[in-house]
């Protein structure tokens, strides 16, 4: 079955860039969606393709996908982005979320 | 305005079968390329897709739990139901419900979420 890799935690400075990766094999030939989930609180989808931003989404959320890795770019990270990042693929119909990335804001 | 909410017993017992609704509004679950899926999230851990109707009624599940999951759509009634056998400790975590409006796209829009215990 298909699998994602994330990394456990990424910090970053207040007003910095923080970027969070998901690994897959030849990732890049899928669509990779991106979910923010705060404590207590359901997932909202950040970025969906690889690299566009639904509605209401501010743009210093971007990201890409090439290869065997995705990666979401926040940037000029703000208090309000520390939360658990989700990237989700289809595969064969079948979805597969990776595990997480905790986002801590110095 | 798209919402959908979870329903359900919060308490269930080993071996017993869970049955959860997701009633929905704000789409029809009839319109072509639109799915609602199921996912999970045991306490502290990470999400975990379990299933997905298609407005066709095809359906889709995850391999290591195909064998204990069924999803089933009642259009008129906007709702989808999860149906999960043989219950385990190990399956304590929130269940979601989500929409997906494209074929491949991502789940738009989620519920909040219910908890299901599993203890005897």
């Known amino acids: 079955s298909y699998e994602l890799t994330q990394p456990l935690s990424v910090s970053v400075a207040l007003g910095q860039t923080a970027r969070i990766t998901c690994g897959g094999n030849?990732?890049?030939?899928?669509?990779v969606h991106w979910y923010q989930q705060k404590p207590g609180q359901a997932p909202v989808l950040v970025i969906y393709?690889?690299?566009n931003r639904p509605s209401g989404i501010p743009e210093r959320f971007s990201g890409s996908n090439s290869g065997n890795t995705a990666t979401l770019t926040i940037s000029r990270a703000q208090a309000g982005d520390e939360a658990d990042y989700y990237c989700?693929?289809?595969?064969?119909?079948?979805?597969?979320f990776g595990g997480g990335t905790k986002l801590t804001v110095l | 305005q798209i919402t959908l909410k979870e329903s359900g017993p919060t308490l269930v017992k080993p071996t017993q079968t869970l049955t959860l609704t997701c009633t929905f509004s704000?789409?029809?679950?009839?319109?072509?390329?639109?799915?609602v899926g199921w996912i999970r999230q045991p306490p502290g851990k990470a999400l975990e897709w379990l299933a997905l109707?298609?407005?066709?009624?095809?359906?889709r599940y995850s391999p290591s739990l195909k064998s204990r999951l069924t999803i089933t759509k009642d259009t008129s009634k906007n709702q989808v139901v999860l149906t999960m056998t043989n219950m385990d400790p190990v399956d304590t975590a929130t269940y979601y419900c989500?929409?997906?409006?494209?074929?491949?796209?991502?789940?738009?829009?989620w519920g909040q979420g219910t908890l299901v215990i599993v203890s005897s």
């Open positions: 030849n990732i890049g030939s899928k669509n």
């Open positions: 109707i298609y407005w066709d009624d095809n359906k």
């Open positions: 989500a929409h997906r409006h494209t074929i491949g796209g991502p789940f738009d829009d």
């Open positions: 704000g789409f029809s679950l009839s319109t072509s390329g639109v799915g």
């Open positions: 393709r690889d690299s």
């Open positions: 989700q693929v289809w595969d064969t119909s079948t979805g597969v």
